[in-house]
């Protein structure tokens, strides 16, 4: 195929320019449903398989355990409705969010090890757990091959980490927040408020860096931050209102945040008087 430009001057020369020759490629056609739909049977395999493992330490042989389960699958179409939503069914995206749902049920799993009375140490111990098996769930998406013209998965692979972050600071902050004064609504509240903040604070200075090389849009990167916030929370909600409700887990989940454990049929908040020392004992 050539190429030619046309323009009138006016008799000062030709309208024609010099052809030029351009070589086109048609865009690589769409891989078949039947091997995609086998790729991704083979991820969640792969899922499953790191999820049983996790159900092998003794703390977990237990049949309440396995409750786990449903709220896994309501953050994974959660994530699925909501990245489709968001961004038009980007399939890397959507395999980025379900793998980190994985990360997220490790966190719950291995709760048992990761408890402690310092929250810089609960903080320490949960952000590797979340973003390593976060990301172990992600290999098989960036080892599998890639048709398209750009790849992206290793920018997800990075945001996964990034995503690993937000949540554990949302989730630590929140049991600080909410130490003296329990309540599920106010939890939730409180947890929604600390996940804006954190992809807040993240996203801080790639936007100082952009706006210094004067190409920041401020009002893509708020769009940024609250979808961020919004796929994030709504992956961790599930697992969070599971530890509200159900005794194995809301066991679990309050004595890893050092919180007072609440009635399990109340849903107002609950406060704690400070403790006196007189002299002789506690007032």
């Known amino acids: 195929m050539s190429a030619v430009s046309y323009a009138d001057l006016g008799g000062l020369g030709a309208r024609n320019g010099i052809p030029v020759a351009c070589m086109w490629e048609p865009p690589p056609p769409e891989p078949p449903q039947m091997p995609v739909a086998a790729a991704a049977g083979l991820k969640c395999l792969f899922w499953m398989v790191i999820l049983l493992t996790l159900f092998l330490p003794r703390q977990n042989r237990m049949p309440e355990a396995w409750w786990l389960g449903l709220p896994v699958l309501v953050s994974a179409l959660l994530g699925t409705a909501l990245v489709c939503l968001m961004t038009g069914k980007e399939w890397n995206l959507l395999q980025a969010a379900c793998s980190f749902v994985v990360g997220l049920a490790a966190v719950w799993l291995l709760m048992p090890f990761l408890v402690?009375?310092?929250?810089?140490?609960?903080?320490?111990?949960?952000?590797?757990?979340?973003?390593?098996?976060?990301?172990?769930?992600?290999?098989?998406?960036?080892?599998?091959?890639?048709?398209?013209?750009?790849?992206?998965?290793?920018?997800?692979?990075a945001l996964l980490a990034l995503a690993s972050l937000a949540a554990t600071v949302a989730l630590v902050f929140?049991?600080?927040?909410?130490?003296?004064?329990?309540?599920?609504?106010?939890?939730?509240?409180?947890?929604?408020?600390?996940?804006?903040?954190?992809?807040?604070?993240?996203?801080?200075?790639?936007a100082i860096v952009g706006s210094v090389n004067g190409g920041n849009d401020w009002g893509e990167g708020l769009l940024a931050i609250l979808s961020l916030s919004a796929i994030s929370l709504g992956l961790v909600l599930p697992l969070v209102l599971l530890s509200f409700f159900q005794p194995f887990y809301r066991d679990r989940f309050f004595g890893w945040l050092n919180l007072p454990q609440p009635d399990p049929t109340a849903g107002a908040a609950l406060y704690l008087p400070r403790m006196r020392w007189d002299g002789k004992a506690l007032t």
């Open 174 to 206: 929140t049991g600080l927040s909410v130490r003296r004064c329990f309540g599920r609504v106010r939890g939730i509240v409180w947890l929604a408020v600390w996940t804006v903040l954190s992809w807040a604070a993240i996203a801080t200075p790639f």
């Open 116 to 157: 402690s009375h310092s929250r810089i140490v609960v903080f320490f111990k949960t952000l590797p757990v979340l973003a390593g098996f976060s990301l172990l769930a992600f290999v098989p998406t960036l080892l599998a091959q890639h048709s398209g013209f750009l790849d992206f998965r290793a920018y997800l692979a």
